[in-house]
């Protein structure tokens, strides 16, 4: 094997700078990208839903009310129907590097029952609420990303077409 090796500081200064950019800006276009994610799914709880109607003496607080109230359930191709809104607050992203967001629910043992939610238990076919954002936003998740990278890029004289 024939090797060569580039010994020129200022060709390895650009170099890591442009690598450097390239991670400032997969982990500023990931970290809008969750936020996105969050919020989607949040304002497609709040939608109107065809499941079977459920009475409950629990609030919206997780407090048990003075007389009982209904609300409509999810059906298997919707995601959850807000009840106590503890699956809703359990929402949220971490950004782990310039290579992995991970969007999800359940940390910290807040909405323990997200799991079940995700995967369908014996009784109850599964939302998917997760996995059905993330594919709904892939594209714009795309989008975030190259267009942070190309900013960042831009910073440091490097122009991208």
């Known amino acids: 094997m024939i090797e060569y090796k580039n010994n020129n500081h200022k060709f390895n200064r650009v170099f890591k700078k442009q690598e450097n950019a390239i991670k400032r800006g997969?982990?500023?276009?990931?970290?809008?990208?969750?936020k996105e994610l969050v919020s989607k799914l949040k304002k497609d709880m709040k939608l109107p839903k065809s499941g079977r109607l459920y009475k409950t003496s629990i609030g919206m607080t997780g407090?048990?009310?003075?007389?009982a109230r209904t609300y409509r359930a999810s059906s298997p191709n919707q995601v959850p129907a807000i009840v106590t809104g503890e699956f809703r607050r359990s929402l949220g992203f971490e950004v782990q590097g310039s290579s992995r967001l991970v969007f999800g629910s359940g940390k910290d043992g807040i909405a323990k029952y997200a799991k079940f939610l995700e995967e369908g238990?014996?009784?109850?076919?599964?939302?998917?609420?997760l996995q059905r954002t993330a594919q709904k936003m892939d594209n714009q998740v795309n989008k975030n990303l190259n267009r942070n990278i190309k900013k960042q890029l831009a910073k440091i004289g490097v122009n991208i077409t």
């Open 26 to 34: 997969l982990r500023q276009g990931a970290a809008i990208s969750g």
């Open 63 to 67: 407090n048990p009310l003075k007389s």
């Open 121 to 129: 238990t014996s009784r109850m076919k599964a939302r998917k609420p």
